[in-house]
């Protein structure tokens, strides 16, 4: 034999015979790459949403987060960094789950009270959903100079006085056609997770109606011996499945829903399915193939779960700050990335204490 050996086997060769620091420095690894930061401690960062689609000569992919600590939507353009509030809500002190409705631009983002540093106790009564249109633009955005930014129009859709902390929201359906396929179709329904109530409400986004859509009490509800009494948290809907996390019994299950006309509501279609267990998540993201990327807040860390079932850890260590208090993830237009939330580590600091809120991206 006097051909040379392949580089990648010489790579690997000379990967066995480091010391395993350097080994570990070498083998390519997921680096999440911090995209944005606030400068202050206490900041949260708990949800997100892609921006308006690109269009024009715009090419900038924005990202549309919510803020916990403080009521406020902000606008990250992941391409230089920059960060601005789009909108700030009334009577409120923090925002949480965010939705895109079916018209591009449109938002919904859930609304209410509670301290950051009293999580447990969000004021029941204070909840609602409102709508936020972006289609006229962003301020910061008035490029020609015609003085159109910051056409930014906000509307309250609804109280929901009989929740208790609502949290976690999803489209309903959203980009799937399984639920079209099952001839259950309904357009501008949104899907709403209520932590202490343990039950997945819905909002008709046009009429401002809402009702209990799903209510799986052995799936759903918080713990009494949970101290957060966190009930189901994250909610997201994936070809006819409706998936969601509940923290007070460490899981994350979907059940397949379909529309029910004549009670005009989400109804399961199916028994509820364990995707994962033994992990306390926050929100997560679907991937198109079905494979869910896991918020594992407490843990810093973000868990991949195939469409298959198997598991790894995809970014994060306990001590580490990378992706320290993951709140929620969304995947790009092109399915190549993936953007977190975190709160810096405000629920277990990494080594070196908690940090401020960011926005980091992971290529997958
Ligand atoms: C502010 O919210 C509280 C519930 O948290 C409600 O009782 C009160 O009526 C609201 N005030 C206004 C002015 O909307
Ligand atoms: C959910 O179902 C349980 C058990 O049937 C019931 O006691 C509870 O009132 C329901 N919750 C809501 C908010 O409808
Ligand atoms: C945040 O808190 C940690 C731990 O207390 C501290 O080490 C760090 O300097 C703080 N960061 C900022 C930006 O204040």
Same mark, same amino acid.
């Given at each position: 034999m006097h051909l040379p050996l392949p580089l990648s086997i010489l790579g690997t060769l000379a990967?066995?015979?480091?010391?395993?620091?350097?080994?570990?420095?070498?083998?390519? +690894?997921?680096?999440?790459?911090?995209?944005?930061?606030?400068?202050?401690?206490?900041?949260? $960062?708990?949800?997100?949403?892609?921006?308006?689609?690109?269009?024009?000569?715009?090419?900038?992919?924005?990202?549309?987060?919510? +803020?916990?600590?403080?009521?406020?939507?902000w606008s990250i353009d992941v391409s230089t960094g920059r960060g601005e509030v789009v909108a700030s809500f009334p009577n409120a002190t923090a925002c949480m789950g965010i939705?895109?409705? !079916?018209?591009?631009?449109?938002?919904?983002?859930?609304? *209410?009270? $509670?301290?950051?540093?009293?999580?447990?106790?969000?004021?029941?009564?204070?909840?609602?959903?409102?709508?936020?249109? $972006?289609? *006229?633009? =962003?301020a910061g955005e008035d490029e020609d100079g015609d003085g159109d930014e910051g056409a930014v129009s906000v509307r309250k859709m609804a109280d929901v006085p009989e929740a208790g902390?609502?949290? !976690?929201?999803?489209?309903?359906?959203?980009?799937?056609? !399984?639920?079209?396929?099952r001839g259950g179709e309904k357009a501008g329904v949104v899907l709403i997770a209520d932590s202490v109530n343990g039950v997945i409400w819905q909002l008709d986004t046009q009429t401002g109606t809402y009702r209990v859509a799903l209510n799986d009490t052995a799936s759903m509800a918080a713990s009494p011996t949970d101290p957060l009494g966190l009930g189901v948290n994250g909610v997201r809907v994936w070809r006819?499945?409706?998936?969601?996390?509940?923290?007070?019994?460490?899981?994350?299950? +979907? =059940?397949?829903?379909?529309?029910?006309?004549?009670?005009?509501?989400?109804?399961?279609?199916?028994?509820?399915?364990?995707?994962?267990? !033994?992990?306390? =998540?926050?929100?997560?993201?679907?991937?198109e193939d079905g494979g869910l990327y896991l918020m594992a807040v407490a843990d810093n860390q973000v868990v991949r779960v195939t469409a298959a079932g198997e598991r790894s850890v995809l970014a994060g260590t306990r001590e580490s700050a990378q992706v320290a208090g993951c709140t929620s993830g969304v995947i790009s237009r092109d399915g190549r990335r993936l953007f977190v939330t975190t709160n810096g580590g405000h629920i277990t600091p990494p080594k070196g204490g908690e940090e401020p809120a960011k926005l980091v991206e992971i290529d997958l």
């Amino acid at each position: 034999m006097h051909l040379p050996l392949p580089l990648s086997i010489l790579g690997t060769l000379a990967l066995l015979f480091l010391p395993p620091s350097i080994a570990q420095a070498i083998t390519p +690894r997921i680096t999440p790459q911090t995209k944005f930061q606030y400068r202050t401690n206490g900041t949260w $960062l708990e949800n997100l949403a892609l921006g308006p689609a690109p269009s024009g000569a715009t090419t900038t992919p924005t990202l549309l987060v919510t +803020r916990m600590d403080v009521p406020e939507l902000w606008s990250i353009d992941v391409s230089t960094g920059r960060g601005e509030v789009v909108a700030s809500f009334p009577n409120a002190t923090a925002c949480m789950g965010i939705t895109p409705l !079916g018209q591009d631009g449109v938002y919904a983002v859930v609304v *209410g009270r $509670l301290r950051i540093t009293d999580i447990g106790h969000p004021v029941p009564g204070s909840w609602g959903i409102y709508e936020v249109d $972006l289609s *006229g633009g =962003v301020a910061g955005e008035d490029e020609d100079g015609d003085g159109d930014e910051g056409a930014v129009s906000v509307r309250k859709m609804a109280d929901v006085p009989e929740a208790g902390w609502l949290n !976690g929201m999803a489209l309903f359906p959203s980009g799937g056609t !399984g639920i079209q396929a099952r001839g259950g179709e309904k357009a501008g329904v949104v899907l709403i997770a209520d932590s202490v109530n343990g039950v997945i409400w819905q909002l008709d986004t046009q009429t401002g109606t809402y009702r209990v859509a799903l209510n799986d009490t052995a799936s759903m509800a918080a713990s009494p011996t949970d101290p957060l009494g966190l009930g189901v948290n994250g909610v997201r809907v994936w070809r006819g499945f409706v998936y969601y996390s509940t923290d007070s019994v460490q899981a994350v299950f +979907r =059940v397949p829903v379909r529309w029910d006309d004549s009670s005009q509501t989400v109804r399961a279609a199916g028994v509820v399915e364990t995707v994962a267990l !033994g992990v306390v =998540v926050d929100d997560f993201a679907v991937a198109e193939d079905g494979g869910l990327y896991l918020m594992a807040v407490a843990d810093n860390q973000v868990v991949r779960v195939t469409a298959a079932g198997e598991r790894s850890v995809l970014a994060g260590t306990r001590e580490s700050a990378q992706v320290a208090g993951c709140t929620s993830g969304v995947i790009s237009r092109d399915g190549r990335r993936l953007f977190v939330t975190t709160n810096g580590g405000h629920i277990t600091p990494p080594k070196g204490g908690e940090e401020p809120a960011k926005l980091v991206e992971i290529d997958l």
